[in-house]
């Protein structure tokens, strides 16, 4: 298994910054992607960004331009920059990482963001 643990939440006011962290442990060998997620009250967990074991990265289109997603391997850490932050930005962010042969799904415990205006 792949155990996930989140830090660098907060509250900030909109068009200020956050970088979420996401230490990773356990079976590292076998991660195929990492990714966070949000959730907003009400609403589905969505995709914010990933990275794949290749360096491919993917962004929603909401976050494009505004939010980096990045690694370090040496400490099994994956970074979520978040600049230029919205009210709609608002959620519960999760850290998501897909592992094994048939990439099953490890989640952190969740980190909340709250964007005042």
């Known amino acids: 298994q792949v155990q996930l643990v989140e830090s660098g939440g907060g509250l900030v006011q909109a068009g200020g910054s956050l970088r979420l962290s996401c230490a990773a442990s356990?079976?590292?060998?076998?991660?195929?992607?990492m990714g966070w997620y949000r959730q907003a009250p009400g609403k589905q967990r969505e995709l914010v960004a990933s990275?794949?074991?290749?360096?491919?990265?993917n962004y929603a289109d909401s976050v494009k331009g505004r939010f980096t997603i990045s690694r370090d391997n040496a400490k099994n850490t994956v970074y979520l920059q978040m600049n230029s932050l919205k009210p709609e930005d608002t959620a519960v962010y999760y850290c998501n990482a897909q592992y094994g042969l048939r990439n099953f799904d490890s989640w952190g415990q969740g980190t909340q963001v709250t964007v005042s205006s």
């Open positions: 356990g079976r590292i060998f076998s991660v195929n992607a």
């Open positions: 990275i794949s074991l290749g360096g491919a990265i």
